[in-house]
């Protein structure tokens, strides 16, 4: 069974970076069957869907945050990271991380919030 | 770009009840949709994709329709475990979902 877990700073300051893992377990990040993404959630708000990659380390990023974003993997870890950089209040969301089967999002982790403050 | 627009943003139903939920795209997606359940506090769950297949494990009471630029998701017979929000999602390119449902008890 494929599982999930992301964790990082649950609080950082504007203009800094965030900077989240998601470890995987029930399966491997060199998988050929997966992409594996981020998608984030402002309280109370929608879904939005910030970047993915794939196995052979091609990456793909929501136009509004290509800029910032970063998605990266450690196969010796068996985890995939995201950063982005110069964060705003805009950014205090829930993060998860998510395996894409295409554009599909079929398993999520739980979430993790983090809070942009000072 | 194109955008997904959902109706009813809320809707309210008793237990037994069938609910549809209505979801637009500005532009052709073929059957490139799925549909997700968000209960309060937890991560979403995959219901449909490919507009009409169920996802594994989802019961039969959820069924979905549509293609091009119209969509649905019907709940068949509304049950406890049903009220949350509903999202939509666009997967003929970058996943773009809509802005939600929530089905609430009436």
């Known amino acids: 069974q494929l599982q999930l877990q992301e964790s990082g700073p649950g609080l950082v300051k504007p203009s800094e970076t965030l900077s989240l893992t998601c470890t995987v377990s029930?399966?491997?990040?060199?998988?050929?069957?997966?992409?594996w993404g981020w998608i984030r959630q402002p309280p109370g708000k929608g879904l939005e869907w910030i970047g993915s990659?794939?196995?052979?380390?091609?990456?793909y990023y929501n136009s509004s945050l290509e800029s910032r974003a970063t998605i990266s993997a450690d196969t010796s870890k068996n985890l995939f990271s995201l950063r982005l950089n110069s964060v705003t209040a805009a950014d205090t969301a829930v993060y998860y991380c998510?395996?894409?089967?295409?554009?599909?999002?079929?398993?999520w982790g739980q979430g993790t919030l983090v809070i942009v403050s000072s | 770009d194109i955008q997904m627009t959902q109706s009813p943003s809320s809707v309210s139903a008793s237990v037994g009840d069938r609910v549809t939920i209505t979801c637009r795209a500005s532009?052709?997606?073929?059957?490139?949709l799925a549909w997700y359940q968000q209960r309060p506090g937890k991560a979403p769950k995959l219901l449909i994709y490919?507009?009409?297949s169920l996802h594994s494990g989802v019961p039969s009471r959820f069924s979905g329709s549509g293609s091009g630029t119209d969509f649905t998701l019907t709940i068949s017979s509304l049950q406890p475990e049903d009220f949350a929000t509903y999202y939509c999602?666009?997967?003929?390119?970058?996943?773009?979902f809509g802005g939600g449902t929530k089905v609430e008890i009436k």
């Open positions: 490919a507009a009409s």
């Open positions: 532009q052709g997606i073929g059957s490139w």
């Open positions: 998510a395996t894409l089967r295409g554009s599909y999002c079929d398993h």
């Open positions: 990659m794939y196995y052979s380390g091609n990456t």
């Open positions: 029930g399966g491997s990040i060199s998988s050929t069957t997966y992409y």
């Open positions: 999602q666009q997967a003929n390119s970058f996943p773009l």
